[in-house]
């Protein structure tokens, strides 16, 4: 029987609607006819791909990112979390990876040539930092750290050579905010390309490329898949831009495996769900955490007195679940109330279902030297916080329980 003739032939599934919410479109997005009748997508867990003809053969491998060649090249599997991110985030495409350093680091790649200039931020995720202080700069692409709640600064750290400037809002750790419509205008009046680590804040609460930022790339690894059980990451921007990422990503390498991008695609069903409960809890957590006696200051943009609260009302629809405290008495106090913790876990990662508390001088931030942290604002005393999806009021008791034994 010829497949059209197959009762049990897929029919193709309609196109997500672009009118639809936050929710509804998590649910659907990256659908299409390739996942057949299963409501599940199947798992294409193979490296290669049969060829029908040499034709075919030939036609595949002289094609950009086709899903049906190799696995480095693509994957059924990984294309259709690809379609789901490039819907979340708004973007044309979206390519993705085995981490989100593989994503960030590819995404800089296809952008930079030796005696080429970066601007980035002063307070990022480490990896990134250690990524143009001392990779690039062995190649020649020079790197000016700036203040990234002031974004003038990145346009007085221009040079005529400056062809990436890269952001991360809200900052890790010390949440601080940066005006991403500003810093698009920036770059478009300079002809640099704009780049956003957008993992803290996910696409639930920002979409910088509604904000006129050119690329977006995300550590999968934390909201996206949200469940603390894969790394990943992706990137998203227009299409044309897209295939040169590509072209990097298949010469390193960083392809994720299609089981870790359906584990990705399961955990972004629930992502807006996730995400509206951690900004509600988090912000609950910032403000009893903010009364406690015991806390010299709460890094948390809800809360008015958060230096970048107002940028942040402007271009997030929730202020997430990061946060961050300096607790009276420095690193020992910090490393009692880490130690006391009961609900939050000690671990490094962010984003997942669960509470997790660390002290990022002596971890996240390790790799980076005394200056760079400071020059970052990393306190010694620094604990950050990714809230997940316990009772808040068994957070606040707590996180009160172990900064009671701080003194
Ligand atoms: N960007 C941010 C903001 C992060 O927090 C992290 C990891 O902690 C990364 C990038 C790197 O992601 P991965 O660990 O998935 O490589």
Not at 137 to 156: C, I, K, L, Q, Y
Not at 183 to 201: C, E, S, Y
Not at 214 to 226: A, C, E, P, Q
Not at 377 to 390: P, T
Request: glycine share 10%.
């Amino acid at each position: 029987m010829s497949a059209s003739h197959d009762p049990s032939n897929p029919a193709p599934r309609d196109a997500p609607d672009p009118s639809w919410g936050d929710a509804t479109r998590a649910v659907h997005a990256g659908a299409s006819a390739a996942e057949g009748r299963s409501v599940s997508p199947p798992i294409f867990q193979t490296s290669t791909f049969r060829f029908e003809s040499v034709e075919q053969g030939a036609q595949l491998s002289a094609s950009k990112a086709p899903a049906h060649l190799y696995t480095r090249w693509g994957n059924p599997t990984t294309r259709q979390l690809e379609r789901a991110c490039a819907e979340l985030e708004g973007g044309e495409a979206a390519l993705c990876f085995a981490s989100g350093m593989a994503a960030g680091s590819s995404a800089v790649l296809s952008l930079l040539q030796a005696g080429d200039h970066v601007v980035a931020a002063d307070c990022l995720y480490a990896g990134m930092t250690e990524l143009f202080e001392r990779v690039l700069g062995r190649f020649g692409v020079a790197t000016t750290f700036v203040e990234p709640s002031d974004a003038h600064a990145f346009e007085r750290a221009l040079r005529p050579e400056t062809k990436l400037i890269f952001v991360e809002t809200p900052a890790n750790p010390t949440l601080a905010i940066t005006d991403l419509a500003e810093v698009a205008r920036i770059g478009k009046a300079h002809g640099a390309f704009t780049l956003a680590d957008n993992t803290w804040a996910s696409p639930v609460n920002t979409r910088p490329l509604e904000l006129g930022i050119d690329g977006v790339f995300h550590s999968s690894t934390k909201y996206l898949n949200g469940h603390t059980d894969v790394i990943a990451g992706c990137v998203v921007g227009r299409a044309e831009w897209i295939e040169r990422v590509w072209s990097v990503l298949k010469v390193f390498g960083g392809c994720p495996g299609p089981h870790d991008s359906w584990l990705v695609l399961r955990g972004l069903r629930t992502l807006p769900l996730r995400v509206a409960r951690q900004n509600e809890t988090a912000l609950t957590l910032a403000r009893a955490l903010a009364a406690h006696p015991a806390v010299e200051v709460v890094h948390y943009p809800g809360l008015e007195q958060h230096p970048g609260h107002e940028i942040a009302r402007r271009q997030m629809r929730g202020f997430g679940g990061m946060l961050s405290f300096e607790v009276q008495g420095g690193l020992r106090a910090g490393r009692r109330v880490l130690e006391a913790l009961r609900v939050a876990t000690h671990a490094v990662s962010l984003g997942g279902i669960e509470t997790l508390a660390v002290h990022p001088a002596s971890t996240t931030h390790a790799p980076l030297t005394p200056e760079e942290r400071a020059r970052g604002g990393i306190g010694e005393g620094l604990i950050r916080v990714s809230v997940g999806l316990e009772d808040a009021a068994d957070l606040i008791a707590d996180f009160r329980q172990a900064l009671d034994r701080a003194s």
